[in-house]
């Protein structure tokens, strides 16, 4: 092309830069691409942004692809804009690739270094490790981009809602570093963000209290999509609540004015399903499935949900699918091996009994278990101890227990994985039903042994060991549970660990100290989670918990009963005359009895009474040998 073409060409795509026409930017650069123009970096930076800035993110790829060879030549000046497009289209392994060629250091080696050149590959960084779940690291990236936030690269208040982001799926992360950005009441999109937190620690007044003035301020700005994503999380609020009536109204209400095509359609047609009373034994899940448009929810992946909200989509759909008995795949979860093993195990899921279930998967998990304990295992163990507990099988549960742990303990104590502390968890609670202290005696001995072999990974997972120092002083066991808590108490926070230090410290806690302590909790909220008072089992009866006025009560009820049967029995009968003594007896050994006087020998039955004249009649010896010559009578003639 000549000369003058490619400079009209230059010319074109200035103007269409200054007035924002992506599309023809974009065919412009394509063109001068073609042509061979002297600056293809810049040019194709601008083409990626062009396609970035209309959302199309599959052309994007398809130009990485078709100009590979400036992409091999100069890639680094445009991998901002390549991390973006593959972070969008969630190819993980593309951006973990090209994001070790452009930021060759650890992050925490980054972040002291305060690289204002990687500013936005942060960015894009942090962005992706909220979408697949890489909370911890989302969380610290924004915090040192809102501390070093002096030349005002970045909006406050967009700082200010992507620290708190991750903040919604991972609220303990706000134990470990205090926010940097403080809360400000103009902004509703700040208020929707503080909203999640509150609702993932369960202050559902208070979250529900900041959604309704941040749906009020974005209804006088006018933001109609805003407005819809505030209603639809308020409507989850209030499922959460309880409050299933203002939730559907909502929902119905969105319903309506949004476009069946569009994800918040499906969002809300879903969440409005799931406040039905499903019931596996009449429902018809073929239905169901096709009502929640499962093909069409694939579609949208992760470039629409979440990392957390995308995997409880797939579970829910998984457990769908499994009672509706349709075959399920085994994929790299543990849920999906589980639930395939569970299907190929159980022929019908919907009909077979839970005893039934139980007892197949109680064999098969044992066997599963002396063969190796890694892998799928835990889930499957899971499964099987919820339907003992469900068939209240409590000691086969406890067996089954017990089995996987000496499994793991067989020859050291090496390892202590998340999976040995969930069952041990699970068995704290079961010796607890089954008032079996002996027990959890062996079960916190053995634990002493893991925590002194590995006592450095003891950090690692801080809660277990804290509820091992509760049970060891449920126990009585006071001066094993003091040292416990002590150690553990070096690793938490202050305000965590405020009733750790009572026990730790010598001195007594008075009644106003423990008041002040349980000011802040709700007892009755704790009751109807089922939460029963921290006690030794051994004061606890072994059948039940009843109390001595409800038994004395239940006697009285059972003696009434009793006399009134009694009662009925006597009716219509002669008191006078008392019931025969020897009624117990069998009839011949009675005083009363008297053999009848013709009994016939071979009538006789076994057992019975016989008298003196049958018995010599059944006598061989005693009878007289026939007489030769006596004729048989009657005999009949042959013919002649």
Known sequence: MAKDNLTSLLSQLNIHLSQDEH??????????????????????????????????????????????????????????????????????????????????????TVLQKDIESLRGILHVRAQYCYKNGLYEE????YQHLASHNEKNQD??????????????????LINKSSLVTPIDGSSYDLLFNESFILTSLGKYNEAIELLEKALQAATSEGYQNDINTIRLQLSFVLQMMGETRKSKEILKSLLKELEATSPFYL????????????????????????????????????QTFTYEQWSNI??????????????????DSILSKTADKYSKLVDNVTLESYKTQAKKLYHHTTKTILSGTEGSVIGLLLLTIQLLIIEKEWENAIRIGEL?????????????????????????????????????????????????????RIQKNLPFWKHVGFELLSMGNIKESKALLKELSRFGNDKEDEIIDRIVSSSSLDIAQGINL???????????????????????????????????????????????????????????????????????????????????????????????KSEQALDISKKGKPAANKKAKNKKKGRK
């Open 518 to 612: 349980v000011r802040d909790i709700d007892v009755n909220e704790l009751i109807q989670l089922g939460a029963k008072p921290l006690e030794s089992s051994a004061k606890r009866s072994k059948n039940s918990t009843i109390n001595k006025v409800q038994k004395r009560k239940i006697l009285e009820l059972k003696n009434k009963r009793k006399i009134k049967r009694v009662e009925k029995f006597l009716q219509g009968r002669d008191a006078s005359k008392l019931p025969d003594p020897e009624r117990w007896l069998p009839l011949k050994d009675r005083t009363t009895y008297r053999p009848k006087k013709k009994l016939q020998g071979g009538k006789q039955t076994q057992g019975g009474a016989m008298n003196k």
């Open 404 to 456: 996987f742990l000496n499994e793991n303990w067989t020859s050291s104590f090496e390892t202590f994985h998340d999976s040995q502390a969930i069952v041990c968890y699970i068995l704290f609670e079961l010796y607890k039903i089954k008032g079996r202290n002996h027990s959890k005696s062996i079960l916190l001995k053995k634990l002493a042994s893991v925590r002194t072999q590995l006592s450095e």
């Open 314 to 331: 797939q579970r829910n759909i998984l457990f769908l699918r499994l009672f509706n008995n349709v075959k399920i795949h085994s994929q």
């Open 23 to 108: 599309s023809h930017v974009e065919q412009t650069c394509v063109k001068l691409l073609d042509s061979g123009c002297e600056e293809p970096a810049d040019v194709f930076r601008r083409c990626l942004v062009a396609v970035i800035q209309q959302d199309k993110y599959q052309r994007a790829l398809h130009y990485l692809k078709k100009f590979k060879h400036i992409d091999e030549k100069f890639g680094r000046r445009f991998a901002l804009e390549k991390l973006y497009v593959y972070y969008k289209l969630n190819r993980s392994e593309e951006f973990n690739t090209l994001y070790k060629k452009v930021v060759t250091d650890d992050l925490d």
């Open 267 to 302: 969002i809300c047609q879903n969440n409005l399903n799931s406040l039905v009373d499903f019931s596996k034994y009449n429902t018809n899940f073929n239905l169901l499935l096709r009502e929640i448009n499962v093909e069409r929810s694939n579609t949208f992946n992760l």
């Open 155 to 172: 909006s406050q208040i967009e700082l200010a809602c992507n620290e708190r982001v991750p903040l919604s799926a991972a609220t303990e």
């Open 138 to 141: 989302a969380f610290k990236i």
